[in-house]
């Protein structure tokens, strides 16, 4: 189950966004996307030169996150 999901969905609406809900170790039956956040971001935006990433989590997630954008995909340092 993910967090408030009609708050979600009246983000989504009114704000255009596209909600992608994702798990890196789901339950058996899960049948939505299985990812890490940052391999899922790269997957779909793989030139990150021109955004920003706010992350938050474990500070080994957030540092391994940080390196592959950087690192791998164009992100400037500064943007992360």
């Known amino acids: ?3 408030l999901p009609e708050l979600i969905a009246r983000w989504t ?3 255009r ?3 992608v809900p994702l798990l ?3 339950a058996p ?3 939505g996307r299985i990812a890490r956040v940052q391999h899922a971001a ?3 935006h793989p030139d990150l030169r021109f ?3 706010y992350a938050a989590g474990s500070p080994a997630m957030v540092n391994a996150a940080r390196l592959l954008m950087t ?3 164009g992100l400037p340092g500064d943007a992360f």
Do not use: A
């Open 1 to 3: 189950d993910h967090y």
């Open 42 to 44: 790269i997957e779909d």
């Open 13 to 15: 609406r009114r704000l």
């Open 17 to 19: 966004l596209r909600h």
């Open 24 to 26: 890196s170790r789901p």
């Open 71 to 73: 690192e791998r995909h």
């Open 51 to 53: 955004v920003q990433v």
């Open 29 to 31: 039956g899960w049948d």
